[in-house]
């Protein structure tokens, strides 16, 4: 489907970074920007990070945790939090931050007349930002992709008068690279290493010419009088925990390149739409635009005008397609997990290092994988999560004296497992690695891959095994301690803070997660270990959830106040979504306490970051209340995305310091939002508009997906649905809930459907099927 609501364009030139166009194959990143005949193309991959491997388990750890929990059990929370501080950080605190790869300029001659027609595109079906615009009635053209089977980004200068091209290329990394110069007489290159062991690396610019001549001269590409130029990029890394290793990044390039020539371009152009179409073609939605016209307008415009309280519903497809199009170019199987910023990062010391947070944003990051048709997007993470395994034991033992596996609020590309930094309400807390293990279950509910969950089963087996070992008993109930509620600050009732606790309700949630998760696999596996009894027993005297004197879902086994009522984190929601602990079917009162605390929160001003804001989407999605949802999809579009629609963290007035920052999560998160607005299977059954806004009365949404192996694409009308295709990848029993009175058939025949009490559908279907289900209404 090639239609302009794919595409965001503009018709003014990007002056700043935050006005790039992002391409990017997984591995290599590149944000495209810059003035008409003096251009940047930034570029980054995914292991470059400042320095290698290191263990930074702080030595006195577990020395030091049995008077940590008996402080924490005895309510002196300042003298456990200090000791905590010098005890439990990591030596040093901090992990390894994600650094810029350099960038290529360029420069090219021309008349320095007016430039006419200027406009600027990222074609989200194709993966292909162009460039055109006018000076002294020569036609200017600029294509640019990443190819993900050449491994390259290839860039096309083209004018519609014959010779009428030179320009200069020259690459940078600011004053943090060794070597520069010439790699042929076709060919730049700069190189350098990462720090005390870290990884080499190493780029080349190779171009090619119509026409006109190519030199180089010191460490500039200089070509004169060409119809047309291609430009051929890449940069690699020695980075050594990946399948495909590099010794010796300047020849590994000067071979690749050595391939690529003029009539390369268009057969790798060709092959990398062909294959990035397969993908994004797979979900699309479409909203009924109201106003066609606002297709035409450029995208920057469209966003000041949902800020001054417009309304853009064709806005809202292409966040979803954009959102999409960010996670399949920065997450490709065999290569690393999308960090904070996706892949893209323009500086050497970003804001947070610009790695893995886990304790919300790494896995947001992968809430729209599985819904929205992406799954393989999914792989990077479990890779990683193998990865942190041997230093997650290590962890383990050395700060706990504890078996199993075990990781903290951050990873890097080491997979570290320590804790970072020196922040008390986020650096001790055990639950990473656990909450990064539910998305194992969750990509096995959505693809059935059997083969899958046998092989992520040890990671399973060892959280448990962590749990078994660290739990203590508290008043009758296994407790995580010390735990916190990630970020957040309660009030003592002597009027002092504290932020250590033991079993925030997140975290029992989470690990109430794993250990169904964990029994429910070994089931599936056929497996029975030692463990399975263990587990069973933590399940039953883990603490429950509360509700509080505000009637609020309560963040920590006391009713404590909290410091910043208005938090950006809603932890304890964690129940409702992600996860599906709380429900309107088997707990309502606890659903309706879980309100309560989101309206306290947004009452005073919760949701106020990009990512927190696309969290409240998802979690009105889950109450079923689409009106607040899209009230919030339109505050995430009009207050928190920059130019490019890249999602904003805003300064935080309890953290100074702090610039308005990229982070990829709010995108990534706000996608998966739009769809569970439209399609929801947490519950054991396919649930058909579970949350649509009356705004919303007209669309269509093909692709999503659905627990059990089955594939959605819905239609409605007038706010009802009108006609749905079910895809079943694996057969098996589906089961449907919708109000609507449904015909269902299979290649043009009647199937025969049950209704349960619940007046929900309900048959057997074939591996392959697909069936179509029509509202008789």
């Known amino acids: 489907m090639v239609t302009e609501m794919n595409k965001i364009f503009y ?74 501080v010098y005890a439990l950080s990591g030596t040093p605190q901090s992990q390894r931050p994600f650094q810029t790869l350099g960038q290529f300029s360029y420069r090219i001659s021309n008349s320095g007349s007016e430039v006419m027609g200027y406009r600027r595109e990222l074609d989200l079906e194709t993966g292909t930002v162009s460039v055109s615009y006018m000076q002294d009635e020569i036609a200017y053209t600029i294509k640019a992709f990443i190819s993900k089977e050449a491994d390259v980004l290839a860039v096309e200068f083209s004018t519609d008068r014959g010779g009428g091209l030179s320009m200069s290329g020259l690459l940078t990394r600011g004053r943090y690279y060794n070597c520069a110069g010439s790699a042929g007489k076709d060919t730049i290159y700069m190189d350098g290493d990462l720090g005390k062991g870290g990884s080499e690396f190493c780029v080349q610019a190779k171009a090619c010419v119509q026409g006109g001549s190519i030199r180089t001269i010191g460490e500039h590409l200089v070509i004169k009088n060409a119809d047309r130029i291609v430009i051929y990029l890449n940069g690699v890394t020695t980075y050594p925990l990946r399948d495909k290793k590099i010794a010796n990044c300047y020849k590994h390039l000067q071979q690749q390149l050595s391939g690529l020539d003029l009539e390369s371009f268009d057969e790798v152009r060709e092959s990398h739409i062909r294959r990035h179409k397969e993908i994004f073609g797979r979900s699309v939605l479409e909203l009924e635009a109201g106003n066609p016209e606002l297709e035409a307008i450029p995208t920057n415009e469209r966003l000041r005008r949902i800020a001054d309280g417009g309304i853009d519903r064709g806005m809202v497809s292409l966040y979803y397609a954009y959102g999409r199009y960010l996670l399949m170019s920065c997450s490709q199987p065999g290569g690393l997990p999308a960090n904070l910023q996706g892949i893209w990062c323009e500086k050497l010391e970003p804001i947070w290092d610009s790695k893995y947070t886990i304790n919300i944003n790494t896995q947001m990051n992968y809430w729209p994988a599985e819904i929205c048709n992406l799954s393989e997007c999914h792989m990077p993470l479990f890779d990683h999560l193998e990865r942190m395994m041997e230093n997650g034991r290590r962890t383990a033992t050395e700060m706990y004296g504890c078996c199993g596996f075990v990781a903290h609020h951050n990873t890097d590309v080491w997979a570290d497992t320590a804790p970072q930094d020196l922040a008390i309400p986020a650096s001790y807390w055990v639950m990473g690695g656990a909450w990064l293990a539910t998305h194992i279950w969750q990509h096995y509910r959505y693809t059935m891959d059997q083969d899958f969950l046998e092989r992520m089963y040890p990671v399973l087996y060892e959280c448990v095994l962590f749990f078994a070992d660290f739990l203590m008993e508290d008043k009758g109930e296994l407790v995580i301690c010390p735990s916190v509620s990630p970020e957040n600050t309660y009030i003592m009732k002597n009027g002092k803070t504290g932020r250590i606790c033991m079993s925030s309700v997140m975290d029992t949630a989470i690990l109430r997660d794993i250990l169904i998760q964990f029994l429910e696999s070994e089931k599936i596996l056929g497996k029975k270990s030692e463990l399975s009894g263990q587990a069973a027993v933590i399940l039953e005297k883990l603490p429950g959830f509360g509700i509080g004197r ?25 129940p409702i979504f992600p996860s599906n602990q709380i429900n309107q079917y088997e707990n309502q009162d606890f659903l309706e306490a879980g309100k309560k605390s989101l309206e306290r929160r947004m009452e005073y001003g919760g949701g106020h970051t990009g990512w927190s804001c696309a969290w409240l ?59 569970q607005m439209l399609l929801q299977s947490h519950l054991g059954e396919i649930c058909f508009l579970p949350a649509l806004p009356s705004s919303w009365g007209e669309g269509s949404v093909k692709g999503l997906c659905a627990e059990g192996g089955f594939e959605v694409d819905i239609r409605w009308q007038e706010g009802r649905l009108r006609e749905a295709v079910l895809h079943a990848r694996k057969g098996g029993r589906v089961v449907i809930r919708c109000s609507e009175n449904l015909k269902v058939s299979k290649e043009g025949e009647d199937v025969q459907v049950c209704r349960d009490k619940k007046g929900r559908y309900i048959w057997e279907t074939c591996a392959g099927g697909i069936y179509r289900l029509d509202s008789c209404g």
């Open 11 to 84: 018709k003014d030139f990007a002056k700043e970074w935050m006005e790039a166009l992002p391409l990017g194959n997984g591995r290599l990143g590149a944000m495209v920007y810059g003035e008409p005949f003096e251009g940047r193309i930034q570029l980054n991959e995914e292991s470059v990070v400042y320095g290698g491997p290191i263990n930074r388990i702080n030595p006195d750890a577990r020395k030091n945790i049995v008077k940590i929990r008996s402080l924490i059990k005895e309510d002196r929370i300042e003298e456990a939090e200090e000791l905590g």
């Open 550 to 574: 505000h009637g609020q879902l309560m963040e920590w086994r006391e009713d404590y106040d909290e410091w910043e009522i208005g938090h950006r984190h809603f932890s304890h929601l964690y």
């Open 617 to 675: 989407v998802n979690l009105y999605a889950r109450f079923g209340d689409g009106n607040s949802a899209v009230k919030y999809i339109y505050h995430l579009l009009g207050k928190l995305t920059a130019p490019n629609l890249f999602d904003l963290h805003p300064p935080l007035e309890r953290i100074p310091g702090i610039p308005w920052v990229f982070q990829i999560d709010g995108n990534l998160g706000g996608v998966c939002g739009i769809a």
